[in-house]
C-alpha cells in the first residue's frame, strides 16, 4: 500500500516562533495533498488543499498568511506554523492522493503540536 | 451544507457485533468512507462505498448505505480488543478529489 509519512511526530516549541511539518508520500507521486487539523476528541477540519506547483486553496476560516503551505514536488508538501501560539496546539494530520480521481487518500500519522 | 454525525460512544463485548452509525445532509456525496483512528495516530482507511451501492462487505465489515435518508453504518462482526478506537466517517463531494468532509467519530470500545 502507499505510505505518507508526516515528520515531525510530535514537536513543542515555544509561543511567537514558527514550526514546519512535512509531509511525504514515500512510494507514489501525489498531485494533491490535504492538511486536516485535529482538536482534542474532535473531528478533522480540512484546512487547505495543496497542488504540486500552484498555491494551495485555503478553506474558509483559515488563515493563509498563519498556516503557509508549499508543494514543491510530487512526494512533499509542507506546512509552516507561522508565530504560533498556544491556541495553535494541534493534531495536524496531511493526506495525499495518487492523482484525481483515485478512490484512496492515504493519511500521514499526524504531528501533535504544542506551544509553549 | 456538509455536516456529517455521529454517536459519540459505543460499547460492545468482546465477540459481539459492533454498528456504527453516521448521518450525513449531502446527497451529492460520491464516495462515502470509514476510517479507524488509533490513539496518537493517523487513519487508516478500512472501507468505503460509492453512493450508487447499498451495501458492501469485506471480511469482518460490512457498508450499509441508505441514500433517501442519508444514512450510512458501519458493522464489525466478532468486534476483537483490537477494533477499540475512534471510527470516522467520510463524504467526498468532489467525485473522488479526495476533499473530504468528516463525521464527529464515534469510539468503540471493546469489552472483554
Known amino acids: 500500500g502507499a505510505v505518507v509519512s508526516q515528520h515531525p511526530s510530535w514537536v513543542i516549541c515555544k509561543s511567537g516562533t514558527s514550526v514546519k511539518i512535512e509531509c511525504r508520500s514515500l512510494?507514489?507521486?501525489?498531485?494533491?495533498m490535504f492538511w486536516y487539523r485535529q482538536f482534542p476528541k474532535q473531528s478533522l477540519m480540512l484546512m487547505a488543499t495543496?497542488?504540486?506547483?500552484?498555491?494551495?486553496?485555503?478553506e474558509q476560516g483559515v488563515e493563509k498568511d498563519k498556516f503557509l503551505i508549499n508543494h514543491a514536488s510530487l512526494t512533499l508538501s509542507t506546512l509552516t506554523v507561522t508565530s504560533a501560539h498556544p491556541e495553535d496546539s494541534s493534531f495536524y494530520i496531511c493526506?495525499?492522493?495518487?492523482?484525481?480521481?483515485?478512490?484512496?487518500?492515504?493519511f500521514g500519522q499526524g504531528t501533535r503540536l504544542t506551544v509553549v | 451544507g456538509e455536516d456529517v454525525e455521529q454517536s459519540l460512544f459505543l460499547s460492545v463485548r468482546e465477540g459481539d457485533s459492533s454498528v456504527i452509525n453516521c448521518t450525513y445532509t449531502?446527497?451529492?456525496?460520491?464516495?462515502l468512507y470509514w476510517y479507524k483512528q488509533e490513539p496518537g495516530a493517523g487513519l487508516q482507511l478500512l472501507t468505503y462505498?460509492?453512493?450508487?451501492?447499498d451495501m458492501k462487505q469485506d471480511q469482518r465489515l460490512t457498508v450499509l448505505l441508505n441514500k433517501k435518508d442519508k444514512h450510512l453504518s458501519l458493522r464489525i462482526a466478532d468486534t476483537q480488543t483490537g477494533d477499540s478506537a475512534i471510527y470516522f466517517c467520510?463524504?467526498?463531494?468532489?467525485?473522488?478529489?479526495?476533499?473530504?468532509?468528516f463525521g464527529t467519530g464515534t469510539q468503540l470500545k471493546v469489552e472483554l
Open positions: 495543496s497542488n504540486e506547483g500552484s498555491k494551495a486553496t485555503y
Open positions: 467520510a463524504e467526498d463531494i468532489t467525485g473522488g478529489g479526495n476533499k473530504l468532509t
Open positions: 512510494d507514489f507521486q501525489a498531485t494533491t
Open positions: 462505498i460509492f453512493s450508487n451501492m
Open positions: 449531502d446527497s451529492s456525496s460520491t464516495y
Open positions: 493526506s495525499a492522493t495518487r492523482s484525481t480521481g483515485s478512490t484512496e487518500a492515504f
